[in-house]
């Protein structure tokens, strides 16, 4: 004799598809993609705020969770709180899938900010920038120009840089507009003779072509003026946003003598991302388990990321090389556009849906 099956109730069949819903959504964004949203304008014009994308795990290979006990679909903090949506009793080692290919240089990435060292590798926050520089180039910047290994690279075709613009008149978020620059990109000066503006360099061309425009002019610094902020120390070798390098980027194996130049060089990156537990740096000399180092060679592959709104993006010449263990993925295509300065339907931006990214 067969028993009759037990029909769920509405209720155990609603809870049941939310389970599956959270386990399958839980599954795609931790093995193949990820939404993202544009928050700040270092991107511009490439990417513009309030861009909506999907980051593709499967193009570098998925990493493996390292703090695996985790709520479902939060990253570092549970929705509307400031509640750790994680324990941190269990890390894992770090671990990646193998992927379709590696960071080319030019891509544009999405990854974990490296300096943000209160949280776990896998949780700390998602940055987007673009891969100027990869592990065996030699990378110099020259008046805002990137020289990879001696040779100029080829920049983004929207590549922004700031410019005063000096004009008497009070210009308006339309007449900006007309000329390709959104609300997010201009400020006035204080003293009311002009604007700071980020723009292309085609679209500060036709401002300088405006009458009550007197003149147009970017921002660089001077090439002998270092900029303490600046990594690695901009002081010490007298770089700045504009004018940076040479310095190779270290890759896995990359081999180096631990002299006074290369101290100062890669010293702060061995520290903090190495993964040594026991490192001392002093009296300008490497410690490892107490033994002094005189040639280190690196344990994983870095990457050089940078904005490309060049003078609006807070990125590796700030902060330094992102380690590959910090990759989350490839920024693939956009899936919507809302610009937050219009309402209703004139928010979409209907010509940047679905587009890809490069």
Known sequence: MTREKKKKSAAREWIDALVFAVIAASLIRWLLLEPFTIPTGSMEKSLLIGDFLFVSKMHYGTRIPKTPLQMPLTHQ???GTEIKSYLDWIELPYYRLPGFTSVKRNDVVVFNYPAEYEYPVDLKTNYIKRAVAVPGDVLEIKSGQIYINGQAEDNPPKMQFSYDVMTDRNLSPDFFEDYGISRDSYMPFSNGVGYMVWA???DAKKLENFPAISSVSPRFER?????????PDGA??????????????PGEGFTISMNEENMAKYAFTIEKYEGH??????NNKLYIDGQEVTEYTFKQDYYFMMGDNRHDSLDSRYWGFVPEDHIV???WFLWLSLDKHKSMFSKIRWERFFNGIK
């Open 329 to 331: 993925g490839k920024a």
């Open 236 to 249: 010490y070798f007298g770089w700045n946003r504009d004018h940076w390098g040479p310095l190779e980027i």
């Open 277 to 282: 537990k026991n490192l001392e740096i002093k």
């Open 223 to 231: 090439s002998d003026m270092g900029e303490s902020k600046v990594f």
């Open 200 to 202: 292309t360099e085609e």
């Open 77 to 79: 903090k549970i929705w």
